[in-house]
């Protein structure tokens, strides 16, 4: 999206909500269903962490969600392949 197209879609809508899920936390399955519901509840933005082994820069919260969705067997290939289906 180009900086002009998204001060236009900010414009456009006065109020946003932003949502941030780390894809596969705590399944792939609910991961979707997740990202879903913050659509049609009216999410403008979402931001999805894909898992990796390290996430030291991120908080205690984001770093458990991280660690759960490695558990579950999430790769970078599943959590892409989530995206094309969200």
């Given at each position: 999206m180009s900086l002009s197209n998204l001060r236009?879609?900010?414009?456009?809508?006065p109020h946003?909500?932003?949502a941030f899920f780390v894809l596969g936390d705590p399944d792939l399955e609910t991961s979707l269903?997740?990202?879903?519901?913050?659509?049609?509840?009216?999410?403008?933005?979402?931001?999805l962490g894909l898992p990796?082994?390290?996430p030291c820069g991120d908080g205690p919260a984001i770093q458990r969600a991280q660690s759960r969705a490695l558990a579950a067997g999430v790769s970078t290939e599943a959590a892409t392949r989530l995206l094309s289906e969200i």
């Open positions: 236009a879609a900010f414009d456009a809508t946003h909500l932003a269903a997740l990202a879903k519901a913050a659509i049609d509840a009216g999410c403008t933005q979402l931001e990796f082994s390290d």
